[in-house]
């Protein structure tokens, strides 16, 4: 067995461990979900907005992605969340081509894309290494003509469950954490993973190795260069315990949007708003006094 083998069967059991234990605790399954207020402990975020502008023929300058991973604070193994958040606000003059092509067919300014994922963390005993395993994931778009529209359907927008085996795992230092590892299983396409190194600037170029396993057995194997390392390094912030957590996403004109991670600012018993923010669901909206 090639040393490569062995690290993937390392992860891999650690991945199914992580699984099981999933199920073994119903209380705090339940604290999870409801979002109890379980400690005062300050929060962790990994936060990153993709470093890629959208295509401005579509889209308005601010439109993006956006990652949030928060976990239970003050604790070895837990249970963690994960929210990837497109942001989209479409463009005037294309709005205006459609509307001028398709006449009345209903054609909304504003549109999120919703993908929240929910599973385990484990750190390893330094804390600086954390394993993330997801198995559950909900999904959901939410269409409106304003900001303010936009944000309320969010707030009432059903979401579709799906069960997933995915997993991430962080290097942790300083203020960022950085994705070294992450991985797919799928009973379909098999175990797929991609280990990510940023190498150094004086020997080594970064670099990502693709395995696709199948069985136990590695059938595929790839190492390519061309990866956005820009998306590997995110923003760690240690949240305070009293204080509401929110990070702005969108501005246009004299209006902000932010967001308030859920799991995070349900951990722990915080502030309202701040003064001249209104609370929409996960989201803040503040217009600028003219």
Not at 23 to 49: F, H, M, W
Not at 132 to 159: C, I, M, Q, R
Not at 198 to 203: K, N, R, V, Y
Not at 229 to 256: A, H, V
Request: proline share 3%.
């Amino acid at each position: 067995m090639s040393p490569e083998t062995q690290e993937y069967s390392r992860f891999y059991w650690l991945f199914c461990i992580l699984i099981f234990f999933s199920g073994t605790n119903c209380q705090n399954l339940k604290s999870l979900i409801t979002r109890d207020t379980i400690s005062e402990i300050p929060a962790s975020v990994l936060y990153i907005k993709s470093p890629r502008k959208m295509n401005l023929s579509f889209f308005k300058e601010g439109s993006s992605h956006f990652r949030f991973i928060e976990w239970e604070p003050g604790k070895s193994t837990g249970y963690a969340e994960k929210i990837e958040l497109s942001f989209l606000a479409y463009d005037s003059n294309f709005l205006s081509k459609i509307k001028s092509e398709y006449g009345n067919e209903p054609f909304e300014s504003y549109k999120i894309i919703w993908n929240k994922k929910v599973g385990k963390f484990k750190k390893e005993e330094s804390e600086k290494r954390i394993l993330f395993v997801y198995t559950n994931a909900y999904f959901s778009e939410t269409k409106g003509s304003t900001l303010t529209s936009l944000l309320e359907n969010k707030s009432n927008t059903v979401e579709i469950k799906s069960q997933i085996e995915e997993f991430d795992i962080f290097e942790l230092g300083g203020d960022s954490g950085l994705l070294t590892e992450e991985g797919i299983r799928s009973e379909i396409g098999g175990d797929s993973r991609w280990s990510h190194s940023l190498g150094s600037m004086e020997f080594f170029s970064p670099s990502s190795v693709f395995t696709k396993q199948e069985n136990g057995t590695i059938k595929t194997e790839h190492v390519s260069s061309y990866y956005d390392y820009l998306q590997l390094r995110y923003e760690w912030n240690e949240t305070e315990s009293d204080k509401l957590f929110f990070k702005p996403i969108y501005k246009e004109n004299d209006t902000q949007v932010f967001f308030v991670p859920p799991y995070t600012n349900g951990l722990t018993t915080k502030t309202k708003e701040p003064f001249g923010y209104k609370r929409i669901g996960d989201f803040l909206l503040k217009e600028e006094m003219k």
